[in-house]
């Protein structure tokens, strides 16, 4: 596979509204989108940082997986992503290696990019994207 950079890294946080102030005031980002993902249960804010960004995640349900990874380890980096050149070849890649995937096909994520996740499990210890 082809990884040109990492695209971004997810923070989980209980509420944007509190957590947006710290990236603006203290670090001087710009938040420059907020974006909900019905299917992933989040509200997400994203600040830009060079090529990279940083993602908020917001669970605006119990049963999303990251108000589950807030209720078991706090606040905090929730995954990595990084920006493959072909999702569909990498998680082929990844799964002939031994690796398990979470999503077999990729699916649509926020601000109009295709991703697909890696299971922790089985990438020491860090939930890992690939989009594109
Ligand atoms: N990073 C590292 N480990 C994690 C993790 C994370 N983000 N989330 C869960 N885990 C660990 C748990 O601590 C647990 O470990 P132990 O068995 O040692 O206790 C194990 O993975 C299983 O966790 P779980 O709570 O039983 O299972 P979940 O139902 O929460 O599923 C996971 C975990 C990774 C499969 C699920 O979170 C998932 O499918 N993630 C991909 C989708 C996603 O994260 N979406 C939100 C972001 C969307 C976006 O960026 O737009």
Do not use: W
């Amino acid at each position: 596979m082809n990884i040109s950079h990492i695209e971004h890294i997810g923070i989980a946080v209980k509420d944007l509204r509190t957590a947006i102030p710290y990236y603006e005031e203290i670090l001087g980002l710009k938040c420059y989108n907020i974006e909900e993902v019905t299917e992933q249960k989040v509200k997400t804010a994203f600040f830009k940082v060079g090529q990279t960004k940083i993602e908020l995640l917001e669970p605006t349900s119990e049963e999303s997986t990251v108000a589950k990874f807030i209720e078991k380890k706090g606040e905090g980096v929730h995954h990595i992503a990084f920006s493959v050149d072909n999702i569909v070849d990498a998680l082929a890649e990844c799964e002939n290696k031994g690796v398990q995937l979470i999503d077999k096909v990729p699916r649509k994520g926020a601000e109009g990019l295709t991703i697909a996740f890696l299971h922790p499990k089985s990438t020491t210890g860090v939930l890992t994207e690939f989009c594109n």
